[in-house]
């Protein structure tokens, strides 16, 4: 199995580059390629066929490649209900699915989106998917796709967690209040905002659901350690020519402190056109020369942007990659091998 996951700040074109690489590997690899993507825009959707809650998709290529392309969108939901069909305990799976608080623990909790990218992953690879490329949300603070689902498989191997979760049915059956000191305090506490009902509801919740939070924490760290295997787990990052140097600073050393090598640097939407010939602007109007020149000077600038991040990660093992603003954006198959075609190896 291989794995590529995509980095980088808003906007820069992550979606795209991570379609038209799980299209490249289908093109050219016998393998069943995938791309999980978070919100693509509206007519990237459709020519991945993603509409509605579906889980993965097939997307048909004309020619037909070597291997497959599917598409699949990082529902939070579909994850979760998967994940519960999966591993609750035989006769729970319609308790929890039908729990009040499981829509809104679904719905509502922080950072369900990176818990659940780690989580799809390994239900993909169970699946039979050997090529799985991973379209991440714009961020720039940490990297979260990692550290969230860390941050919760230790909270769910946390002591206290997981005495409630294990005592409270029996707390609750036998009317006893068993627990501890530490434990009271809290209830109280937590009861007094958020009232006695909705409480016992969490916790009644929580002490069903605890099974399957304690097999998510095992997966995650499984898939962790899967992500930090270097035969299995490409790192990259996109980012556009103005802000380069700082994207790739600032990942490259995030990665690092976590122990991932980032492979490949894509600069994406460098202007392409060599305008600066005097032959393109000869019979030009003043304004035409002006656009022309106009066009040049800024094709200098990411030419100089690309230049200055070979000279930083010069004697690195990190490939730097440009690829072309295309005429228009990048809303369908075509556009998308237009963008694989410049990948590289
Ligand atoms: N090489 C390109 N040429 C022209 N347009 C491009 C190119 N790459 C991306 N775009 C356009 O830029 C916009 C953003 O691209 P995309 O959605 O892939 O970026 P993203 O990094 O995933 O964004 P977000 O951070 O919002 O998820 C889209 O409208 C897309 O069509
Ligand atoms: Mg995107």
Redesign the pocket.
Known sequence: MKIVVYL?T???????VAAATALSRARADARKSLVIT????MRLRTALNLQGRSLEQHVPLLPPGKGELWAALLDVRATLDDAVNMYAKKGQVDRILNHPIYAQIADSLVGMQELMAVERIDQLSRRGFEYIVV?TA?SRHAIEFLDKPMAFADLVGSGWVKLVGRTYQFVARTGMMSLGRKSLDLYARVESLLGANLVQQILDFYSIFVSIAEGYAHRAEKTVALLKDPAITEFRV?TTPQKALRDARFFFSALKERGFPLGTIYV??MWPHDASGDGSSKGASALESDVLAWYASVRQSHIRAIEQLRKEYNGQPVNIVS????ER???GLGALER?AAQLGG
Do not use: M, Q
């Open positions: 980088g808003g906007g820069v074109g992550k979606t795209s978070i919100d693509p825009a379209d714009p996109v994406n939407r690829l072309a603003e295309l954006d990048v809303d963008i």
